[in-house]
Every structure is written in C-alpha cells, then in structure tokens.
C-alpha cells in the first residue's frame, strides 16, 4: 500500500502546509525569482490573508509573486514566509529520521523505513508541534499543550505562573489552568490589609497576555481556564463571558463533581466553600485540591449554601447562549483515569480532549482512518490499520525522548507517566465509503468494534514496548489495572491485562481524540471523530477566506448527475444533538484521555433541550460535553453563508443573531402609567394591527439590574400585541430607554407577518446582559430585555395565549402574587433609585446631597 508518488496539494491545503507545518527560513531576505513563496495580501490583524504564489521578479525589498489564481501581488520580501520544505514528503522524510533518532543506533535505520511507512500517504498525521518542530528547531516544543500547576495564592504566584504560560505560549504551546486555588472575590489579604479580586479577575489577566502572544506572534495564544464546582466564584466564572469583553483570549469549563450532579438530580442545596485562609500552614500546602485540604484535617470555610439546579440553570443557559463554559464531569474522570493512585487530573487543554495532571502534556498525532477503506471486501482494512496503529504509538512514545524541554518539572512528569495521546480523523469519510449513516444505531456498534480495536492495538503495542525499554517509572500493575478504563479494557480484552502484567505499560494513557482541525482540513478530510460540518462551506482563519467542497460528495454528485445524495451523506446539521452525545459516548468508551466533540445544534434548540443533553452526556460516561447551536456567536470559523470578512466585521445583526447588549442601569420603580402607542391601518402589504378601544392582559413586577420593573402585557386575540415598561423615575435615562423599549416591542408584535413573532422577539431579547444582573439561576434576570423575555414567557404559561413553539419562564421564576394577575420574578426587593452614568455608563447615578453623583467612577454632575 506505500505510495510513492508525489503528494500534490492545492488551495487551502497548500497554505495551511505552508504556513504551519513546512521547515520554514526565516531570513526571508534570501528570497529569489522562482521560490514559491505565501505572501500577506491582506493585514489585518482580525482578517488577514495570505495567497501561495510564485516569486516572478524582485527589485530590493520588493518582489512580484504570481499567486495560484494567476493575479500579480506586490509585496516587500519582509511580508513573505519563505519555506525550505516545499512538499510533504521533504516534511515527512524529516519527521521519520527524528522521531527515529531516539532508538538505538542498530535500529535507527529500521524505525525511519517504518516511521516514514506510515506518515506516507498521510496515513499518520502527526500533531501540529511535532510537524513544525521535529528535526527543525531544538527551541520549538513538540507538544501541542500544557497543564500548569494551579497558582499558589499570592501575587508571585500569579506572577510565577503568569511567567510559565507566557514561555510555554512563546514556544508554540497552548496552555491550561485551574483557577479554584485562587481565594474568591471580597475575601480577605491580610497581608495588604485588603480584600481579593477574586479567581475570575486574575484569569482575565491570563486570558489578556494570550492575546498579546496571539497578536505578537505567527500562531495565536490558546488557553483553558476552568474552575471547580466548590469555589464561591463559581457563578462569576461561568457567567463573565457575558460581560463584553471580558476573558476574551480563553475558553471555559467547569469542573462538575459526581456529588454536584447528584444535587442536580435530587434538587438539593450545594455549599460554596474555601479553605480557611488564616490556617499557619495556608501557603505551604494549599495547591487547589480541596478533598486532600481537607484529608489533612484543615478546617473549609462556608461562604454561601445555592441550589444546585439553580447553578446547573446558570451554566446550561450560559453555554445554550455563546457555546461556554463548557462541562468536564472531573471526579468521574479522576474515576476513570490510569494515573489515579499517583496524578490527579486537575485541567484539560485548551480544546479539552486531554485531562492531565499539573505539568502535564499533551502528545497528539491522529491516524487518518480514511486511508484504510478496503474496497474489495467493502470493509475496514483491519491488518494494516492494527500494524499502523502499533508503529504510531512507538512514534509517539519516542517524541517524549526528542522533545527539548524548557521546563524541568515537565520533564520530571512526562518521564515518570510518558503519557501519550494517538487519535484519528477520517471517521466520516471512512463511514461515508462503507455506507454507514453517522449517529444511526448500526454507527454506533460499527464505532464500538472499531475504537475498541484501535485500543487493543495501541495497549499492545505500549505493552511490547515496556517489555523492551521498561515502563513508565510510577507504573504498578495491580493499581494500573484497577483504573475504571481498564477494568473495561481487561473486561473486553483479557490479553491486554495478560500482557500488562508479563511486560508493563510503556505509557501510562495512549489515546486521545483531538479535534484536528487545521491538520485534517490541510490532508482533505473530515476532523477528528466529527461529521462533515456540511459538503460545501467557508472557513475563516487567519489565512484567508476560503470556499470548502468535500471531494468525496462532489465524486458521488458527478457520477450521478440529478440525484440527491444518499442518506448515509450526513453532516453535522443534519443530526440531531442527541445523535452527537452517543456517539461521543460510544467512542469514550475506548479513549483513556478523552475527547474533543462538539454537539452542533440548530439555532431553536431551547435551554432545556440543552439541560436534557448535558444530563445524557453524564449519564452515558462522557467525560465533558460542549454544545455549539449555530449562530449563538457572532463570528464562526466555520459557515455555510459566503460573507466576506470585512461584511462579516461591519454587518448589522442577522434575524438569527444575537442583539447586542443594552448599558446596564439601576433605577427605583413606579407604578405604571403608560402613555398607549395608537397604531391605525397601513396602506402597504404589510398592515398594522388595528388597536381596538380595549385590551387586556397582566402586569408582572419583576426586580432587574435597573430597579423594579413593571411590565404591562396586553392579548389580542389571545395573543400578546402591546407592552408597556416602566422602570425608574420619571425623567431618568433609563425611564426614556425602558418606555422606547416597550415602544418598540409592541410595534413588532402589531406590524406585518413574522410568523411566531412572540417566539422571536423572546429569543431576541432573553439573555442580553449588561454590567451586572439579579437573581441566581432560574431567577437571574441580566436586564430589562431579559426582564421582558421572562415576563413574555410567564404570560404565555399563566394565560395560555400562543401556546406554540414557546417554553414557559422556569417555575423557580415565579414569586408571589403581588396583585391579581400580576407576579414577581427575579430576587425580591428593589434596588436604589439609580440612573446611567454618563461618564463610565454604568447605572450607579444616586442622588447625593442634591447632586447626581456616580458611586462607581465619583462623576458628579455638580463639578
């Protein structure tokens, strides 16, 4: 099966080998006539763009490229990546004689024939580092990410671990963090007679230095920020994403205990807690794990009591929003984990298919399963995907030996558990040539023999491995065998645990499934274990913006001209959620690390939609879920819409968009006194709804960020047609901005024909937030827009008027009855009279003295 011809790459894939993944020069002033060359065609530090081109002339510092498309580009040469690697093959004869460079000098000859076996064809895909920097640079890091201890509690600490991700970034290394050791906001220093900023402020700093790493440098910053389920900033964390422009440069997760959940299941009340500060020994051995602060007999400081369904509501309806904070069950994984008797997995990666323990790293190639379709039997060819996946794991097992270290205490770690992560991508086209529909029932058996057999073959092969260099220094057969992973293993496959206990573990994990986007886009085929996002489609990076058809549904559609394709041609859209929760599961089942997958969802899945599939996911023994519904972020690496970037930048809201935010404000309330919008007939198509001289309907008290709301809702026709708000003192900032509000809304509700207008104009208005909110979890209102979406949903659950399409505003939102057909929602009590400041905008205007004066930023409107 070797195949020896040249690999020819074009488009997308061309540029991404290029700029990624290619032996580059950096002295691009070396540049001649006839290099081929990427050239910037675009700088933009948002939407760049970079062409492959041909240099046909250069004079001084410019030069003439003649890009793929046949267009002439004038550039300076310092705007050039000039590569000495033109094709894969230069890239894999390189990879092969480093990776074999480790093994004994009478095998070194052996392993590079087999190593370059399989990197031929793209048969193995080696991780982004180990492309780049294998045999090319004794400075670069061959692994794609790192987890860094939790900071110690202390401004040097932070500054030291500031320090460890900054270097590790530098080198090309995404970095992960759990922030729980951190003590909360408004807890004591005594130290500077002062109080913290809180865990949530201090991971803002993190995540603003991976974005000046991101804008220095030729590969963007990556980092994971998580916090435990116990740690009293814990609704901080999962809700500062909503505050535009915080923690812009990380992705979140939060670490849910097994405990936690079951408090979910049975609605019982969850303690937030932190260990007790003063305690003479503090500093010493506080390092984020509470279960061994608290085995150690020190003492754990109750800072409030939640419920837990109302914390579970916070993050489900957070990640249902913007796609985060996403979820990592962390106890089950600890549960599960090889290295439980000696290195606890605290953080994952930035893309969280890799838990690990503090100074842990990730070691990532994926096989490409899409290169091992038999086509005479119409079948897996199972002995060469067995004799590729052994030779990957010793592939793998050896990059721990070539990689440069920058940090001792990662050298330490990865030689005591030399853990390693093999994975795959090709998954869907593979299934697509064997006719088997992605996420059906048949899929789900094909992918339980499938991944188990790579598991077998990659346990056998670490085991073979130990027998020859020894295993890894903290194995114990008896405790390694004991983990949740391989007491399935063993269950399934005895000779793996026959085989660990007569040779050892070479590695303490083996596999990981990344998500391998840029990697699987450059050998054309689909990512990790995902579905095609769709058989034609535009990707957005840094590289440009580029059209996307998949060869192999363009193959069928031509050799079967006026036929759709077949069922078994499915994308990600196409299923359902559900669909991509079972199939993760089925294959975590065989994944010892874990696995990056994203549930895709279409924009009408609701929150509780969302609730339902998390709580699958935990029930079916995935290790973490992450939910994406199309269209909750502005921007998408990924459409199926051609927009240009600059349209992309300056476009106005979509009708599936998010709206933007409303300034935060806090005003008094009064009771309604609404003057009423008479909106008479139109002479157009699309006619206002005559008002009749008498409407009824229901107002709804509910508490907001900006004071005490009052929310008038009127039916027509057994259908809310007009809204009237009254929040703050007549005159305010915030009086005017609630009534054009209401103003606004009932315009909608009364003109033309949107189809289920109440269903949009909730989904259009719940969830925006400003700079603060009320409540806690079903009752958190973010707004006076939220405040209008919940009162919207209550009314239709309390009158039954457009029951269609429509879930009701959770139960735990409803308070008391304050008059008849009038209800309280949010925290009960009202908030200051307060209006927007207009020098920082926030809604901490007071009264003061006579005089309006800001409490936030001390503006006073008097000087």
């Known amino acids: 099966m070797l195949n020896t011809g040249k690999q020819r790459l074009e488009g997308l894939s061309e540029k991404i080998f290029l700029d990624r993944y290619a032996r580059k020069n950096a002295d691009t002033s070396q540049t001649k006539v006839g290099d081929i060359v990427l050239v910037l065609t675009k700088d933009d530090p948002k939407f760049p763009a970079k062409e492959v081109g041909e240099v046909i002339e250069r004079r001084g510092n410019t030069v003439s490229v003649k890009v793929r498309s046949g267009d002439i580009v004038e550039s300076s040469v310092e705007k050039l990546t000039l590569t000495i690697e033109k094709t894969p093959e230069e890239m894999w004869d390189r990879l092969a004689q480093a990776m074999a460079s480790v093994e004994v000098p009478e ?8 190593f370059r076996y399989i990197l031929d064809d793209w048969k193995l895909v080696p991780g982004g580092r180990i492309a780049a920097g294998a045999g090319a640079s004794d400075e670069l890091t061959l692994f794609n990410c790192y987890v860094i201890p939790s900071p110690k509690d202390s401004r040097g600490g932070i500054m030291e671990t500031l320090s460890e991700m900054t270097e590790i970034m530098a080198r090309g290394g995404g970095v992960g963090i759990n922030l729980s050791s951190l003590r909360p906001r408004r807890a004591i220093v005594r130290g500077v007679n002062g109080t913290s900023s809180g865990s949530v402020s201090w991971g803002g700093l993190f995540s603003y230095t991976t974005g000046l790493i991101e804008q220095g440098g030729s590969r963007r910053g990556a980092l994971m920020l998580m916090i435990n389920d116990w740690h009293p900033d814990l609704e901080d964390f999962i809700t500062v994403k909503q505050t535009a422009g915080q923690v812009t440069n990380a992705n979140l997760s939060v670490c849910v205990s097994n405990g936690f959940m079951k408090a979910v299941k049975e609605d019982l009340d969850w303690e937030l807690v932190f260990p007790d500060t003063t305690d003479p020994e503090y500093d010493e051995l506080w390092d984020g794990d509470l279960d061994k602060w608290k085995s150690l007999g020190k003492a754990v400081i109750p800072y409030r009591t939640v419920r837990a369904r109302d914390v579970w509501h916070t993050i489900i309806e957070s990640a249902w929003k913007s796609a985060e904070p996403g979820v990592v069950f962390m106890e089950y994984y600890n549960q599960m984990s090889n290295s439980w008797y000696f290195n606890p997995i605290i953080c994952t990666n930035p893309c969280g298919e890799q838990g690990l323990p503090a100074w842990g790293v990730c070691n990532l190639s994926a096989i490409n399963l899409s290169k091992f379709y038999d086509e005479d039997k119409h079948d897996v060819a199972w002995d060469e995907l067995g004799k590729v996946t052994r030779y990957s794991v010793r592939f793998l097992d050896n990059v721990i030996d070539k990689t440069p270290y920058h940090f001792e205490k ?8 030399r853990r390693v992560g093999l994975g795959s991508m090709g998954l869907a086209e593979l299934m697509i040539k064997l006719g088997i529909r992605y996420g059906s029932p048949e899929s789900l058996e094909f992918l339980d023999k499938l991944y188990g057999f790579i598991a077998r073959e990659s346990y056998l092969a670490s085991s073979e491995i130990a027998g020859e260099k020894g295993s890894f220094k903290a194995f114990d057969a008896e405790k390694y065998l004991m983990s949740g992973f391989m007491k399935n293993m063993v269950d399934r496959y005895p000779e793996v645990g026959e085989s660990i206990r007569e040779h050892g573990m070479r590695n303490v994990t083996v596999i990981t499934q990344a998500p391998t986007g840029s990697t699987g886009t450059m050998v054309g085929t689909s990512t990790g274990i995902e579905p095609y996002f769709a058989f034609k489609y535009f990707r957005q990076s840094r590289l440009g913006f ?5 060869p192999i549904a363009q193959e069928w559609l031509d050799a079967h001209p006026g ?21 993760q599961a089925a294959i975590q089942r065989w994944v010892d690390s874990s696995i990056s997958k994203t549930a895709n969802a279409p924009n009408d899945f609701t929150v509780e939609d969302t609730k339902s599939l998390y709580e699958l996911a935990f029930d079916l023994g995935c290790k973490g879920v992450t939910i994406y519904r199309d269209g909750s972020r502005d921007t998408q690496v990924l459409t199926t819409e051609k927009k240009d970037a600059e349209k992309q930048e300056a476009a106005q809201p979509e009708p599936n968009a998010e709206p933007a935010s409303e300034p935060a404000s806090i005003a008094a309330a009064s009771e309604p006194a609404p003057a009423v919008v008479d909106l008479s007939a139109s002479s157009s198509g ?12 229901a107002t709804y008290k509910i508490n907001t960020p900006f004071g005490m709301a009052y929310i008038t809702i009127n039916d027509y026709d057994h259908t809310p047609a007009e809204i009237f708000l009254n929040v703050g003192k007549a005159g305010s900032d915030v009086f005017a901005m609630a009534e054009a509000l209401g103003r606004v809304c009932s315009l909608f509700l009364r003109y033309g024909d949107h189809g289920n207008k109440v269903e949009l104009l909730i989904k259009h208005l719940k969830g925006i937030g400003g700079s603060g909110a009320i409540g806690f979890g079903a009752n958190r209102v973010e707004s006076i827009a939220d405040a209008v979406a919940k009162a919207l949903e209550t009314h239709i659950h309390e009158t039954g008027s457009q029951p269609n399409g429509i879930d009701p505003a959770p139960i735990a939102a409803t308070m008391e009855q304050v008059e008849p057909k009038a209800v309280t929602i949010g925290a009960k009590g009202s908030a200051d009279s307060r209006d927007l400041c207009p020098s920082c905008g926030t809604a901490s205007l007071l009264n003061v003295e006579g005089c309006k004066t800001c409490a936030n930023c001390g503006y006073s409107r008097c000087n």
């Open 107 to 114: 095998k070194q000859a052996e392993w590079t024939d087999k």
């Open 563 to 583: 036929e759709s394709l077949p069922d078994y041609y499915i994308t990600a859209m196409d299923l359902n959620a559900e669909d991509h929760i079972r199939v």
């Open 686 to 697: 699309n006619a206002y709804l005559r008002r009749p001289q008498v409407l009824r309907g």
């Open 546 to 550: 580029d059209e996307q058809f998949v």
């Open 410 to 417: 990662n050298k330490e770690n990865q030689q005591t558990e």
